[in-house]
């Protein structure tokens, strides 16, 4: 098809005119590309769980781990950066000269995507002149191993991939009195941002423990939309 063609079909698929449609933009990269409406994160459940179905629950060994510690969760983390950090003991509540035969270690498991915009097929006059809704979602698991058990940094970024534009953190604090050991969901949709984002940082941790065996916080379902619009222009 021909540049022009390719323009139409982007137009008929979307609903848009005008300055929004220039002829600049290579519409045969953007139609085939499909960057609206669909999820840009990569690999979004590395442990290969749904959320339409409830999270596995925690299987206790028979006996303890003899082996060293450990502080990062089983799964594919392919397409995300990862990290994890250990935390010191929590002494705070044990009384002095009171003999503790073992205390739980805690880590923090970080998982990081950045999400060209550009590159996934939007364009500069859609994202500077239109700025579409994008919407965030994630899914994580009641673990209860503590009362914080979760974190989600989102941030836009300018052409720089420094500069944010927006932002959007979620920090929340589990009940512990009672035990339901279901999929908590957590989203955000990012509208009126102004011009120049150009990247996502979706940013999540996963706090974990360590016990005599590993007992980690799973999650599934993390999801990047920038949302089709049907409105013509």
């Given amino acids: 098809m021909s540049a022009a063609e ?12 005008g300055s929004l449609m220039p002829d600049s933009v290579d519409w045969k990269f953007v139609c085939e590309a499909k960057p609206l409406g669909r999820n840009l994160l990569r690999n979004p459940a590395p442990h290969g769980l749904s959320k339409d179905a409830p ?9 303890p781990s003899d082996g060293p510690p450990r502080f990062q969760p089983d799964g594919d983390f ?35 995507q950045v999400v060209d915009l550009k590159a996934e097929g939007l364009w500069e006059e859609l994202l500077d002149d239109f ?14 191993l503590h009362k914080s058990i979760y974190q989600l940094h989102v941030k836009l970024l300018a052409a720089d991939k420094s500069t944010v534009i927006s932002e959007h ?27 120049g984002v ?14 005599n065996e590993f007992f980690p916080t799973l999650f599934t379902g993390s999801s990047v939309i920038v949302k089709p619009t049907k409105t013509s222009y």
């Avoid at 079909?9 to 005119?17: F, I, N, S, V």
């Avoid at 009384?95 to 503790?100: N, T």
């Avoid at 994008?134 to 673990?143: A, K, L, P, R």
């Fill in 6 to 17: 390719w323009k139409k079909r982007c137009e008929a698929e979307w609903g848009m005119r």
């Fill in 55 to 63: 999270p596995p629950e925690p299987e206790l060994p028979e006996m």
């Fill in 78 to 112: 392919s397409g995300w950066t990862t990290s994890t950090e250990v935390l010191p003991y929590d002494t705070s509540g044990i009384p002095p000269g009171a003999m503790i035969c073992a205390l739980p270690q805690y880590s923090w498991f970080s998982m990081e």
């Fill in 131 to 144: 700025q579409p809704e994008i919407v965030i979602q994630d899914w994580y698991e009641e673990s209860q």
């Fill in 169 to 195: 953190t979620v920090n929340p604090t589990e009940d512990l009195s009672t035990y339901s050991h279901t999929w908590k969901e957590v989203s955000h949709v990012f509208s009126g941002y102004g011009p």
């Fill in 198 to 211: 150009r990247y996502v940082s979706f940013l999540h941790r996963l706090k974990n423990k360590f016990l």
